[in-house]
């Protein structure tokens, strides 16, 4: 009777198995889908998109590294997100070591405040935005695109780092004080090496999400800072050129490698730890 119970109960958790991996088979493709779209269209050889494509060409590569149309705002990109990735690094860092390393009155709601560009729609965000760096003059400009993306990206930079810094041990900084170093140094050669991995990620996520951020750069944007996405916007209202396709090729070739070495990251440091 036992055997017969436990070769059904068996045959239950293989049908249950078998159900959850079609299931994130299917979530899987649903969610690469407007990749092996958009992949195949950019090497079209038609003057404008279509899928599938008739036939391969690079034409459309050559014509976006050949336009200073498009490299310009690909500068200011790179340009903006390298800003905000820095930026978001040293305020995301010194946040996390605030709310998880002291104690405060109002230390939730700080948290709270933080983490809030997260949950708030951006498009509420950018008006916020806008009413503000109209009065004080920085629309169109850099610094006004490194603010405001800064705002999104803070919070990510927060979470990784606090995760880094949950266990840690305090003591360990304490003791480093004691023998006689500075607490520059003590942070410098202690808790720094604890907290890099999440500074590491929360860097990479701030540079992407800069990096393809259009709500906000449709608000703050001027004729002089343009960014890629918002060309790529652009594009796709004036003339819906297979450049579009290849430019979002490259980004996506772009993510993919940042992941890539988010992932080797993550995996080497958990061979420290458990090593």
């Excluded at 979530?27 to 036939?55: K, Q």
């Excluded at 918002?230 to 450049?243: D, Q």
């Excluded at 940042?258 to 080497?268: E, N, Q």
Aim: hydrophobic share 55%; proline share 5%; aromatic share 12%.
């Amino acid at each position: 009777m036992n055997f017969v119970n436990s070769k059904t109960y068996a045959s239950k958790t293989d049908w249950a198995s078998l159900l959850l991996y079609i299931i994130c088979g299917l979530v899987a493709f649903y969610l690469i889908l407007p990749i092996l779209i958009v992949f195949p269209m950019s090497f079209s050889s038609a003057e404008f998109l279509t899928f599938p494509p008739p036939g391969f060409s690079l034409k459309w590569f050559q014509r976006y590294f050949g336009d200073s149309s498009w490299l310009q705002p690909t500068y200011v990109s790179f340009q903006i997100a390298i800003m905000v990735m820095v930026l978001s690094t040293i305020l995301g860092t010194m946040a996390a070591m605030a709310l998880v390393r002291s104690r405060f009155w109002g230390k939730a709601t700080a948290n709270t405040l933080i983490l809030s560009p997260m949950i708030i729609p951006v498009i509420i965000i950018s008006i916020a935005l806008y009413s503000f760096f109209a009065k004080i003059g920085i629309i169109g400009s850099r610094a006004g695109l490194v603010f405001g993306h800064t705002m999104l990206c803070v919070p990510f930079v927060v979470i990784t780092v606090s995760a880094s810094l949950k266990g840690f041990d305090e003591t360990l900084e304490k003791a480093a004080m004691i023998c006689g170093a500075t607490r520059l140094k003590a942070f410098l050669q202690v808790t720094f090496p604890i907290i890099r991995p999440g500074m590491i990620f929360g860097a990479l996520f701030a540079f992407i999400i800069s990096f393809d951020e259009i709500v906000i750069s449709m608000f703050l944007c001027g004729i002089e800072t343009r960014t890629l996405p918002l060309k790529m916007w652009e594009g796709i209202r004036m003339e819906i050129s297979p450049v579009i396709a290849a430019v979002s090729t490259l980004l996506i070739c772009l993510s993919v490698v940042l992941l890539i070495f988010v992932d080797i990251i993550r995996r080497r440091t958990q061979l420290k730890i458990s090593g």
